[in-house]
């Protein structure tokens, strides 16, 4: 099962603890060398009598300090203790007889009075009169007090401790990351794994510490891991060493800022746990930053998180090759991808995960690939090998539906198959509705919103069922650009309760997966969020499904294969978000029908690379609208197909030197016959021939 483990503010320092000796300085302070308690005591002390007092800064950093450690000992004692800040009215003076604890350097004489060496890395906990001081060289070090103080003495559920008359103090060497507004490091981008865009989160990161702290810090880029002397920030991973929980069992969504003595690792699993830490980076300077000075200074070993997130799966991990690559999948889940695997490898896994308990839901194989989906009660698992990559790639997410995996013949025909290509008039943008025997449709995007009224016209025009009903079997979105899924929302808005909807197939990156495309600012998360949509207008019996790469299903008696997916990407870069749109060819009454969607260029390189010659199909719908920049001229060659689809006004295509360019491609990919969407409705009897 996926547990989330939630750290709150979690400073932890890993070190050799030295216990600074101090003096007995007069009858109301005794102090201990090397921190051990003494016999003699200040009493019983009742917590319920003492004021938390904090001091007051303007990033209010010191009071989200004290109200974690007030809810600590709220926790122990179930006792609301008082807490406040350390300002006066004007005119008063502190109460010197007033119970306090006194956090950080407030305001009170005696929070000055500690011994606290400026140029290390120190907490002290001291007891003076009524007061109790907790104090260090930065809210860090202050917070580490806190934490001893907390685990030490107080220990429930009684407000009563027992606090000895000593002066614990601590230190850790240290390292100076900035001083009088001046930056003594830089922060170097360096990812082996093609985790994140680590140079757009360092640019941030930089701009952010221009702004907070006014001064500026260097960005370099390194292709190796090798990184010059100085006081480095390194944004991303070096080795497999630094992946800290990452095992078997554990997948993590990992955020935390580690020392390692010469440099610090800025340090992320995914996309979402890098872009937290570079912004984590910010508030942990703010907690390193010396009282008194612009000094900052940071432990050598220490390690910095907050708010840290542990996916773990107990599922059986694929444990050969070589990781490199791990990424958030829509399904809230985990995609791994590993090289250096073979077929061995592969067949290892599968068993592994059978002798696990999953049970083999769906297998395809195509040009030497091979995709298997496996499932239990907590899981479904989906594995492929890509042959000529050498690669092994994994879903790993929760169970959720899956369609069937066998044809399901009509008895009772009603019209016959075919495939529509509708007219789009006065937008961008492509729709196609697919007929099936027993008049059902298969509907592929539907356009813009424009397009909306006109797609439901269609169905009725294509309807021919006796009870008048229209159903829908499935809804495809081939990615969330607004001229492929606009309709699709407005259709549940106006026609909901005209129509009955029995799934909707969609597979569109997180926030954090689109980060990694070149083109982010054409992002837009609302195929996240179609989903919502469903349930809000169809209600709750709609299914979900979200397909992965090689898995293949039937829709009634129609075959569909889904060739390809935005994970297929993975490590590389995506081009443009218009490759994360899902590829799929469809086989209906011995024809097959291959939709590419928006597809850029390195979608078509990977549909090469792995299907090659088998991609071949009667119908194409060309790529991005027919335009240059969609796939290349080899992919047409490998489709080679009879009929080409064109979402496009054939008069564009005569004026745009881009498309006229894929149209001689195709003269040299079997030289299909074009149809072209925006001058009218173009229905294709299954199986066609002109």
């Known amino acids: 099962m996926k547990k989330k483990f939630f750290a709150a503010i979690a400073i932890i320092i890993i070190l050799s603890v030295m216990l600074v000796a101090c003096k007995e300085s007069n009858d109301d302070e005794k102090t201990s060398v090397g921190g051990t308690t003494s016999s003699d005591t200040f009493g019983a002390i009742d917590l319920n009598e003492y004021t938390i007092v904090y001091q007051t800064d303007e990033n209010n950093v010191y009071s989200s300090i004290a109200q974690n450690f007030w809810k600590i000992i709220y926790a122990k004692t179930n006792t609301r203790i008082a807490m406040e800040d350390d300002s006066l009215r004007s005119g008063d003076l502190p109460d010197d007889n007033k119970k306090e604890i006194l956090i950080g350097a407030t305001n009170r004489s005696q929070s000055t009075d500690t011994d606290i060496e400026s140029d290390k890395l120190n907490y002290v906990i001291k007891i003076k009169g009524n007061k109790i001081i907790i104090n260090g060289t930065t809210p860090y070090t202050v917070n580490e007090g806190l934490t001893y103080f907390a685990e030490n003495f ?29 930056s003594n490091f830089y922060l170097v981008c360096y990812d082996q794994y093609n985790i994140a865009d680590v140079e757009g989160f360092a640019t941030v990161l930089s701009q952010n510490l221009k702004d907070k702290y006014d001064f500026s810090v260097g960005i370099k880029y390194v292709i190796s891991s090798k990184v010059d002397a100085g006081i480095p920030v390194v944004i991303g991973r070096f080795d497999q060493n630094t992946k800290g929980a990452l095992s078997e069992s554990d997948i993590p969504e990992y955020c935390s800022i580690r020392g390692y003595g010469s440099y610090f690792m800025v340090d992320g699993v995914t996309p979402t746990s890098l872009e937290e830490s570079t912004t984590m980076f910010s508030k942990m300077l703010l907690m390193c930053t010396c009282n008194g000075s612009t000094d900052i200074l940071a432990g050598k070993n220490m390690i910095y998180s907050n708010e840290v997130d542990v996916y773990t799966y107990d599922a059986p991990m694929f444990s050969d090759g070589e990781l490199v690559n791990v990424n958030e999948t829509t399904s809230d889940g985990c995609l791994f991808t590993y090289d250096n695997a073979d077929i061995i490898d592969y067949n290892t896994y599968c068993t592994k995960l059978i002798n696990g308990g999953y049970s083999l839901y769906s297998t395809n194989s195509i040009n030497q690939n091979i995709f298997s989906t496996y499932t239990n009660s907590k899981y479904n698992i989906h594995v492929y090998f890509i042959e000529s990559l050498s690669r092994v790639k994994v879903v790993i997410e929760d169970s959720r539906y899956l369609p069937v995996v066998e044809s399901q013949p009509i008895t009772n025909k009603v019209t016959d198959a075919s495939l529509t290509q509708l007219k789009l008039e006065g937008a961008t943008g492509m729709s196609y509705i697919i007929t099936l025997e027993d008049n059902s449709f298969f509907i592929i995007d539907g356009g813009r919103t424009i397009n909306t009224d006109h797609l439901y016209e269609e169905l009725v025009s294509l309807n021919k069922r006796a009870d008048g009903k229209i159903v829908i079997a499935a809804w495809l979105i081939t990615h969330s650009h607004g001229d492929h899924y606009e309709a699709f929302v407005e259709f549940a808005v106006k026609y909901a309760s005209k129509v009955t909807l029995e799934s909707v197939i969609v597979n569109t990156p997180n926030s954090a997966c689109a980060s990694l495309s070149n083109d982010y ?12 949509y469903v349930t809000s207008y169809y209600g709750d019996n709609v299914n979900f499904y979200i397909p992965h790469t090689g898995q293949v299903f039937y829709v009634r008696n129609m075959k569909v294969e889904i060739l390809y997916t935005y994970e297929d990407i993975f490590p590389e870069k995506i081009v443009d978000f218009n490759s994360t749109g899902i590829v799929t060819r469809m086989t209906l009454e011995g024809q097959t ?3 590419l ?16 010659d088998t991609l071949q199909s009667d119908f194409v719908q060309l790529a991005h609208h027919g335009y240059e920049n969609g796939v290349n001229l080899e992919t047409y060659q490998c489709i080679n197909a009879k009929y080409a689809l064109w979402p496009q006004d054939s008069s564009v295509v005569s004026t745009h030197s881009g498309c006229a360019l894929v149209k001689l491609w195709l003269t040299y990919s079997g030289n299909p016959k074009i149809y072209y969407s925006y001058n009218l409705d173009k229905t294709f009897t299954l199986p066609f021939n002109e």
């Open 521 to 532: 600012n054409s992002y837009n998360s609302d195929g996240t969020t179609l989903p919502n």
């Open 154 to 182: 107080v220990q429930g559920p009684s407000t009563l401790i027992s606090l000895p008359e000593i002066t614990i103090s601590t230190s850790e060497e240290a390292v100076l990351l900035a001083s009088d507004n001046i």
């Open 597 to 612: 969607a928006d597809s850029y260029t390195d979608a078509g390189d990977i549909l090469v690379e792995m299907y090659g």
């Open 593 to 595: 029908l291959l939709f």
